[in-house]
């Protein structure tokens, strides 16, 4: 996680859907972020996604459009 910063803009692929959000994988990275969204999305819809927050303690990214 250290290569990333916030705010950079990454192409992903949502990969689950839950009651909290998304779950979408970082295209080309192989890194899997959260994304808390009203808006609808299926499981492969590609996404523009901006990196919210990083937690390196959680080995954790929060992601937003």
Avoid: C, W
Wanted: aromatic letters at 14%; hydrophobic letters at 40%; zero cysteines.
């Amino acid at each position: 996680l250290k290569r990333y910063q916030m705010n950079e803009l990454f192409n992903g692929i949502v990969i689950k859907k839950i009651p909290a959000g998304y779950f979408v994988e970082l295209e080309d990275y192989l890194v899997t972020g959260f994304l808390s969204t009203s808006k609808q999305f299926e499981p492969g819809h590609k996404v523009q996604i901006f990196i919210d927050e990083i937690y390196p303690e959680k080995n954790k990214l929060r992601l937003k459009l």
